[in-house]
């Protein structure tokens, strides 16, 4: 069956880089896009970007200069890279496949992320 | 972007009502809204995709409907397990856009 899993630190210092990977299982992403929602605690999610079946990216503008989104389809993992991180980019991470564009038909568990010195 | 606007962002509600959450786009979005539940454990399920379509294996008491600026998500009679957090998503312009939720929560 589908399944999304994201692995990450947990704890990240301010100013430095996230890391996280989402490990797919259940399908192909050269057939899928998988984009990455996050959502502070309270809050509405938030669209971060996505990676394109083809390989190609498309990201949020508010996010892009310090985005950037990958992939390994030998590995079947997207990876997501922010720098420059601050505390209001705390909260849980997702990354989620797309069964049709836009519409986000599986999700991983989340993983959370606080940063903090 | 793209505001979405859910209302309201608690809602009492009993076993066995007939509920209805609103959300409204600050622009037209042709229909292309998406409805999902989440648990308090995080977990993130899709209900309702394009407006009105049940994503597969979800209960028919759930159903979904509007047009232009103006969507709502309807749930019949709440069942013990509706009691959750509902986001609603549009997904007519990049970069696609959240509500910030609706609580329904236990009278």
């Known amino acids: 069956q589908v399944q999304l899993k994201e692995s990450g630190p947990g704890l990240v210092q301010p100013s430095e880089t996230l890391s996280l990977t989402c490990t797919v299982s259940g399908f192909s992403l050269t057939s899928y896009s998988v984009s990455w929602v996050r959502q502070p605690s309270g809050k509405g999610p938030e669209w971060m970007g996505r990676m394109w079946y083809d390989g190609d990216t498309a990201y949020n503008s508010a996010l892009k200069s310090r985005l950037s989104i990958s992939r390994d389809t030998s590995k079947n993992q997207v990876f997501l890279k922010m720098n420059s991180l601050q505390t209001d980019d705390t909260g849980t991470y997702y990354c989620?496949?797309?069964?049709?564009?836009?519409?986000?038909?599986?999700w991983g568990q989340g993983v959370m992320v606080t940063v903090s010195s | 972007d793209i505001q979405m606007t859910q209302t309201p962002s608690s809602m009492p509600a009993s076993l066995g009502e007939r509920v209805t959450i609103s959300c409204r786009a600050s622009q037209g979005i042709s229909n292309y809204l998406n409805w999902y539940q989440q648990k308090p454990d995080g977990t993130i399920k899709p209900l309702i995709y394009?407006?009105?379509n049940l994503q597969s294996g979800v209960p028919s008491r759930f159903s979904g409907s509007g047009s232009g600026t103006d969507y709502s998500l309807t749930i019949s009679s709440l069942e013990p397990e509706d009691f959750a957090m509902y986001y609603c998503q549009q997904y007519d312009s990049s970069p696609w856009t959240f509500g910030g939720g609706t609580k329904l929560e236990l009278k």
């Open positions: 394009y407006t009105s």
């Open positions: 989620t496949r797309a069964g049709s564009p836009g519409y986000f038909d599986y």
